[in-house]
């Protein structure tokens, strides 16, 4: 169940993170979990967890990770569109 709920929340950082970046209308749910999963651990990496937390993720640092991911993401596939 922990899994599960793991999912759930890194799709909803996910999404929150393309919402605030406007770049994320066009990710499927896949990618919105992918983006909060990897964003929430990378947001824990170089922020700490602090503020509240939902299935071990620490909610803000997790969000300004997934944005980090989502802009760095979305200018990599920028890139490779122009070449």
Known sequence: MHLIWTLII????GAIAGAITSRGASMGW?????AGLIGSWLGEMVLGSWGPSLAGMALFPSIIGAIIVVL????LLT???ND
């Open 79 to 81: 890139k490779m569109g």
């Open 72 to 75: 760095v993401v979305s200018w």
């Open 30 to 34: 896949v990618a919105n979990i992918v």
């Open 10 to 13: 890194g799709a909803v950082i």
